[in-house]
Each structure stands twice: as structure tokens, then as C-alpha cells.
């Protein structure tokens, strides 16, 4: 079993930057893939940025190549979802996700999902 709360998300303008955080707990962080998934409001949702359980592996979505970077930090079973340059279209309830196959590459199977936090970036 894995626990994840997201935290992290509010109100910016278009062009600044957020940092999600996604805290787990459970089984042993080191163990699984990380991923962060949006969900905008009438949009289905959608894969952003993957982590493998090493961290060695990372796996962006176009839209946010350049301006988000994902990260873990395993002592602290934590992962991070740093956004830059925001724009409107990146407004979305955000998801931390877990991979018990130790991927975190999109088109898989998440196992485990956080309650999601919202971003909203504003003109």
C-alpha cells in the first residue's frame, strides 16, 4: 500500500512558477516510479512528467519540456514537480502517481493516486 498527498498547488500568474511536492508513505519509497498527472477542467486526464525509482530515468510530456522538471528525493519520500513559466493552459488538478514497477514511464499503469492538488495560473 502507498500513501501520496500532493501539496504545493495555488493561484500564479501566467509566466511564473510552482513547486508541487508529492509526500509518500507505505512502501518503501525507493521501490517504485514516481509520475505527475493534470486533469483541466472538461479534459481527460493526462500524463506530465515521470521519474524511475532511482531517479536516473525521466519522461516529460511535449508540453512541458523546458519548463517542468520532476525530482525525488528518497530520504525524504518526496517527490517534487517544479514549474516554470506557466501559461493558462497548464491550469489543472495535478495528481501524484505511484508505479510499483519502478518506471514511472508514461502509458503505464499507476498503482496509487494522491487526491490531486488544483493549479490555477491566471492572465
Known amino acids: 500500500q502507498v500513501h501520496l498527498v500532493e501539496s504545493g498547488g495555488g493561484l500564479v500568474q501566467a509566466g511564473g512558477s510552482l513547486r508541487l511536492s508529492c509526500a509518500a508513505s507505505g512502501r518503501t519509497f525507493s521501490s517504485y516510479g514516481m509520475g505527475w498527472f493534470r486533469q483541466a477542467p472538461g479534459k481527460e486526464r493526462e500524463f506530465v512528467v515521470g521519474i524511475s525509482l532511482g531517479g536516473g530515468n525521466r519522461y516529460y510530456a511535449d508540453p512541458v519540456k523546458g519548463r517542468f522538471t520532476i525530482s525525488r528525493d528518497n530520504a525524504k519520500n518526496t517527490v517534487y514537480l517544479q514549474m516554470n513559466s506557466l501559461k493558462l493552459e497548464d491550469t489543472a488538478v495535478y495528481y501524484c502517481?505511484?508505479?510499483?514497477?519502478?518506471?514511472?514511464?508514461?502509458?503505464?499503469?499507476?498503482?496509487?493516486w494522491g487526491q490531486g492538488t488544483q493549479v490555477t495560473v491566471s492572465s
Open positions: 502517481a505511484a508505479d510499483l514497477t519502478g518506471w514511472g514511464r508514461p502509458g503505464r499503469e499507476f498503482d496509487y
